[in-house]
């Protein structure tokens, strides 16, 4: 029976890799009219599509030939699937940086789901993909400057510095001049991700859903239908530039009282674009940046308080949030035009950055995430498991959904001895959740693929947003707001 079921996934791995190679080519470069992108899509895709169904083989028959005949549960199949992950997640990461594009996206993303991916998966692609990403060379910077404003950069700026200060998986920011002397921040796209997008999208999905055939414990279709939707919308700059304005408006008119704290860069529209966006020039220290805070005078625990409150209104009061919130994306400065705190510091102003991704809260959805985080901090089983259910996690898999959210085990989510204001668990509880996570791989599996993606990106920036407040020691102000704030909604 054992022979019979490594020749079976045997058989179904070599079926998917010709597949992949060959109709996957096929159709990905039949899908242009423009005869010019089908010559790039024949030139690019098959070398990426080979190199896919390599690595997709290589993994996957890493895992059955490795782990095959290790009894279940034993030391010897828990230390064998730790070195199997770790050798395919180096695979993969090596594919992701070859590939470029909307791979490092991948990879960015799943360096994001601690708990919900194996760890060494995590802690491979959070090591690298945030600050390793490629770069697109001056020329092709110039071409695409061209194509959308018309001329080359030494024609449209005053000065524009060929080498970027940042590059990330989407584009790269240049820091250039206007005619007029302003300092402004050009952010310009990859050319590559015009060029091989959909068809990368296309060849993700097959890939992913290949590894569901073959192991169907294996199931994050749910990530590239993510990535399929919001793809698109990080891709226009003009969209993000909306979402700027948007969200700025949203705290002038729903959160006052914040809105001279909270900041994101002035758009120039006429030099703007859906591949090329211009903005106000930021200067400010990178919100997990301890030191450099200190040094302009403020201090990091009021930094936290705002990061945790600007979330907080987003989230439970705006139903407008940011989802994208990691370290480089969240810049810190002395708030200008203030003076001093009652301490003797500068008062802190939050600068937003990148708002390409954002989603929308429905009314419903706020007050049952307030709900669900009131019951995390009061240990309420009851209402823990009834908001769970609401929010989409269903009957049966809500302790999971909770240990989730606060890095707990369920034992000590109910624990009422336990100070639910820190959201972060112990050195044991990770390591406790790190057993579970590989453990129940099933039932995370499905668990992610119950919740609405609207859920999904919540965790991923619940996840963002512990990881800056550790570097500042978190102040876990926005559960206090989620409390608040939730009986402020059931008042309305």
């Known amino acids: 029976m ?105 990879g960015q993303h799943l360096g994001q789901l601690e708990y919900l991916v194996p760890q060494e998966y995590v802690q491979t692609m959070r090591d690298s993909m945030l600050n390793k990403c490629p770069v697109s060379s001056y020329e092709q910077v110039c071409e695409v400057v061209k194509k959308e404003l018309g001329d080359t950069p030494d024609k449209i700026f005053a000065e524009f510095d060929p080498v970027p200060i940042a590059s990330a998986s989407l584009a790269q920011v240049h820091v250039a001049r206007n005619h007029d002397g302003k300092k402004v921040a050009v952010k310009v796209q990859h050319t590559h991700m015009t060029d091989t997008a959909a068809a990368d999208c296309a060849t993700v999905d097959f890939i992913v859903n290949t590894l569901h055939w073959i192991f169907p414990s294996f199931d994050y279709r749910w990530l590239i239908a993510e990535m399929r939707e919001s793809l698109p919308k990080e891709l226009d700059f003009i969209n993000e530039a909306q979402n700027s304005e ?35 020039f930021m200067d400010g220290a990178e919100v997990n940046d301890v030191k450099t805070i200190k040094r302009l005078g403020i201090r990091p625990d009021e930094v936290a308080r705002l990061v945790s409150e600007t979330f907080a209104e987003m989230m439970f009061k705006h139903g407008f949030v940011h989802c994208d919130p990691h370290a480089a994306n969240l810049l810190v400065r002395p708030l200008p035009y203030s003076g001093k705190s ?38 309420d089983a009851n209402a823990i498991k009834e908001n769970s259910a609401k929010l989409g996690a269903g009957e049966d ?34 390591s406790e959740l790190q057993m579970y996570a590989s453990q129940y791989f099933s039932q995370i599996s ?45 008042v309305r």
């Open 246 to 280: 948007k969200c700025l408006e949203n705290f002038q008119k729903l959160s006052p009282h914040i809105a001279a704290y909270v900041y994101a860069p002035k758009v120039y529209w006429n030099l703007s674009t859906s591949k090329l966006l211009t903005m106000e």
């Open 397 to 430: 898999l809500y302790a999971l959904f909770a240990g989730i959210l606060t890095m707990r085990p369920w034992n000590r989510v109910i624990d009422p001895a336990v100070d639910h204001l820190v959201i972060q668990g112990s050195e044991s509880d990770r």
């Open 342 to 379: 009652i301490l003797g510091k500068k008062k802190p102003q939050l600068i937003l950055l990148d708002h390409g991704l954002y989603k929308e809260l429905d009314f419903e959805t706020r007050t049952n995430y307030a709900k669900l985080w009131k019951a995390l901090i009061f240990a």
């Open 446 to 490: 499905e668990l992610l693929r119950r919740l609405p993606r609207v859920i999904l990106l919540m965790l991923k920036t619940n996840d963002c947003l512990r990881s800056v407040s550790n570097a500042l020691v978190l102040l876990c102000y926005y559960l206090f707001s989620a409390v608040t704030i939730e009986n402020l909604i059931i």
């Open 2 to 106: 054992a022979t019979r079921s490594l020749w079976g996934a045997r058989t179904k791995l070599a079926l998917s890799a010709a597949a992949l190679i060959g109709g996957g080519a096929a159709a990905n470069v039949a899908t242009s009219d423009d005869p010019s992108m089908t010559l790039k899509l024949y030139t690019t895709v098959p070398p990426r599509l080979i190199r896919d169904a390599m690595t997709a083989t290589a993994i996957a028959f890493d895992y059955e030939y490795s782990l095959w005949g290790l009894p279940e549960g034993s030391s010897e199949r828990e230390k064998t699937k730790h070195e199997v992950h770790l050798r395919s997640a180096r695979k993969l990461q090596e594919l992701c940086f070859s590939n470029g594009g909307i791979y490092i996206k991948l």
